[in-house]
């Protein structure tokens, strides 16, 4: 079986107070993309076999490896399964990947062993490994709050352009929440975004990051990045999650692309236009993007 891991942009990410066990309480609007990794999963006769060829950390510690693990140990099926993972999203950059990845695995194994433990058991499995995991077993635009594993609504979005730009470094989470500084008052977005899935919202309407300021205080190129793509015309920009990330929002792929052509590139970095992942974009996904110092 071949399946694709979306990516993820955090189109809104309030963070509050952090809580006894060391979190932080949030609230984030996530909508997966058409840039993907690539998984081959079969089933195999009682081994598990895992391959991600150029990943730069050991096998035992993915997230992809241990949601395989997690499966056999709580469905307590006899069997296992040959693993092979294709990385496209870069680690560090705010996209989740990693989580993405994990969540494929799990919905695959779910189907390889017609285990149909559906969705919300899916999903509780994936908050398991980690905080965005369970956002990518719906693949959808939704609105997750805890820790980033409970489901809190589905949102309908109006079809946007992205463009994704992608430094040449990551960004430490635990250091960027290390910085944070938290407002004392402030309007929640994700407080005037429908929650009934009925009313189409348009994803640059939803904008706000409280990471980017801490962010752009360890990486100041970072706010320059949102500053350039606001500069051609992006309809918004914002960083992703607590970095690297950084990606403008754009009519179609004829205003991304008019105004590409008048963003400076910079070396070293890679542009990546994309999409929100849809049926199509899952059946016909191919990993393209721009270097920079064009």
Request: proline share 4%; aromatic share 6%; hydrophobic share 45%.
């Amino acid at each position: 079986m071949r399946l694709l891991a979306p990516a993820k942009l955090n189109l809104s990410l309030e963070i509050e107070a952090k809580r006894a066990d060391g979190f932080h309480e949030l609230r984030t609007l996530m909508v997966p993309i058409a840039f993907c990794d690539e998984l081959e999963i079969e089933r195999s006769g009682g081994e598990l076999v895992f391959a991600a060829p150029g990943c730069n950390f050991p096998d035992e510690e993915n997230l992809a490896l241990r949601a395989a693990r997690l499966f056999f140990a709580r469905t307590g099926q006899r069997g296992g399964a040959v693993i092979r993972l294709e990385k496209h999203i870069p680690a560090g950059a705010g996209l989740g990947g990693g989580s993405s990845d994990a969540a494929a695995v799990l919905r695959a194994l779910d189907r390889l062993y017609a285990t149909c433990l559906g969705d919300e058991a899916l999903m509780a499995m994936a908050a398991e490994l980690g905080s965005d995991c369970a956002f990518f077993i719906k693949q959808q635009a939704l609105v997750m709050g805890g820790r980033g594993e409970k489901l809190l609504a589905e949102v309908s979005l109006v079809e946007r352009a992205y463009l994704l730009v992608l430094p040449p470094f990551g960004m430490p989470t635990a250091a960027v929440y290390r910085a944070l500084k938290l407002p004392l008052t402030r309007k929640s977005v994700l407080a005037t975004i429908p929650s009934d899935g009925m009313e189409s919202v348009r994803p640059e309407d939803c904008l706000v990051n409280d990471l980017e300021m801490a962010a752009f205080e360890l990486r100041p190129e970072l706010g320059a990045l949102k500053r350039e793509l606001l500069d051609v015309g992006a309809l918004g920009a914002q960083m992703s999650g607590s970095g690297s990330t950084v990606f403008g929002v754009f009519e179609d792929h004829d205003h991304l692309m008019s105004s590409m052509c008048r963003l400076r590139r910079r070396e070293g970095y890679a542009y990546v236009p994309t999409t929100r992942l849809t049926g199509v974009s899952n059946e016909h996904y191919r990993s393209e993007g721009v270097s920079g110092n064009r």
